[in-house]
């Protein structure tokens, strides 16, 4: 039976669906878990962890696939229709858990569900379709085959939606799932809605999410959305630029992946820059819905008005593979959208393709700046033809078939992000822990304080950089779990900050003072939650809102706190894979080639700095997490020793 919750902000249940058997159940999460872990990706992971066996296929009916919200979701405040996919990845053998905007989110809350479990695996392609109490799983043979468009338009109209191209029906290892116009891209969980001939999911519903304290709540709100519209960078650079508003810095510090990664400065990178972006195709910014930021880009391809490519996808379809074309990216974009797979992966794989045909390893007839074939690879690659077969199963496995390895660019299976973790030390500490793999996001951002913000941490420093990604880490899990967009967090550095001179002498010793912070952090892992009994509403005004929101007492030590389990529990389902140690790695290039020759600085000292981050975080020289820690976090009883 469901214990009614005593909190507001959730809608007290999730649906377990069956898709074997066709049943329709619930499933209970307890106000310990909420408390604990808040919400969406970090509950996740815990069901992942309680109702899959060890060493399942991932393709098997025995995987289940989570779609969770968080109590923001939903909610009113300012870019909350996020909602976490989670599930065992094929592409990585561990745990895949993919953020997205869509619509799907807002409206499973509206039905009155937090989430929705899906197992098993239907006997022909299914639609789940959820009505308020009404659950239907329908025949959807007559959508299977049609793109993510096609079938969205298929579909109720009101209804939010999650739906796969022909890359998840064809099991493409980084298959994403769409959602209105957003990509739950990473890790492949569209190729598991493929293998359990799901291909869409739809909800609507008309209940309302209860708040707990409303006039407070709306208060907080307003002021949030005043903190985010007066920021220099949620308030004018995302809107205007975008997040390719990056790109030119990213460029000049040395950080963007050029050439699969063989350097990390394009000499064309203004040509592919936020601002040519704006300057010439941009229509309008457009954004996920209840988002004051709005960082989406609307550009017009075939008379239509469709989404922009964003920072990743220019990167890793521009530099990464020496392409100066910004149209053609735009349209390359809305390809892989409409067939549904993830354009990191995507860029990643042919990249890695083009440097295996150069060295002579693979023939395979692509080259670094010949794009005229790249429309055709992409059909290829959700249809599984010809060499788009090979791509299909991403970097790593090609490195086992034809070599490489040591400019394979991954970690853990999941290609890298379009962040070159030589120019910022610190996205390689973070690549390399973060449990889905190479991810920008799961890593902390380090970049962000290193080479974005006004004032910069030293990007080559490494003894500071393992505590910053702990933090990082620890709070961009909970901001996910909140429901929240992670962009939120772009304002936790003072918009005063942008107004000092980035070189003065104010600068320089405030960056000093930054990288001695790891000083203090460096310890910050042996305090108990009731350390922090605090708010920083001007810089994480989740704590606030969430405590507003649910009556829980949400302070930033509880916070940071279920952010810290959360990331626990997905390395821990891990670690039962068989993941070790040696997971934690980057390739060679990244460890041991210098970026720019003769600057000993420039390549990703991980083993000077992994030591540190596993002490930092409470794990032992193996990297597993110590019982004695996990009791502090009140997880002992998942301990692995
Ligand atoms: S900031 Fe961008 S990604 Fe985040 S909610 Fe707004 S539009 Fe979506």
Known sequence: MIMPSK???????????????????TYDVSDRDREKFIGGKSIAAKILYENLAPGVDPFGDENILIINTGPLTGSGAPCTSRFNITTKSPLTGGICTSNCGGSIGIHIKKAGYDGVIIRGKAKSPVCIEINDNDVQIKDASQLWGKNTEETQQSLPKKMGKAVIGPAGENRVLFASIISGERAAGRAGAGAVMGAKNLKAIVATGAKNVPIYKPEEFRKNIKDWINILKNHPITGESLPRYGTAGFLNKISICHTLPTRNFSEGTFEHAEEISGEALAEKYLIKNMGCPSCPIKCGRQVEIDGKAVKGPEFETIGMFGSNISNRDLWAICEWNRIMDL?????????????????????????????????????????????????????????????????????????????????????SVGMGIGYATANRGACHLESGYLVFFERIAPINIDPYDTRSKPAYAVMQQNLLEAVNASGNCLFTTYASIPAAAFRIKPYGTSAKLISKLMSSGHLILDHAGALPPSAMPIHFFSMIPHTLVISNLTGMKMTLGNFLAAGERGFNMARLFNLREGFGKEIDSLPRRLTHELQIPNDPRTRVQLNKMLPKYYSIRGWDARGVPTRSHLRKLGMDAYALD
Request: aromatic fraction near 10%; avoid cysteine.
């Open 339 to 423: 067939l549904g797979f993830d354009t990191i992966s995507a860029g990643g794989v042919i990249g890695f393709a083009m440097e295996l045909n150069k060295k002579g390893l693979w023939k395979n007839g692509l080259e670094f700046g010949r794009i005229g074939e790249i429309p055709k690879l992409l059909e290829d690659i959700a249809y599984r033809r010809g060499i788009g077969n090979e791509l299909a199963d991403g970097v790593k496995k090609l490195s086992e078939k034809y070599g490489g390895a040591d400019f394979a660019i991954h970690a853990k299976g999941l290609e890298m992000a379009a962040y070159e973790p030589r120019g």
């Open 7 to 25: 909190y507001q902000g959730y809608m007290g249940e999730m649906l377990d669906i069956n898709l074997t058997s066709g049943t329709v159940g």
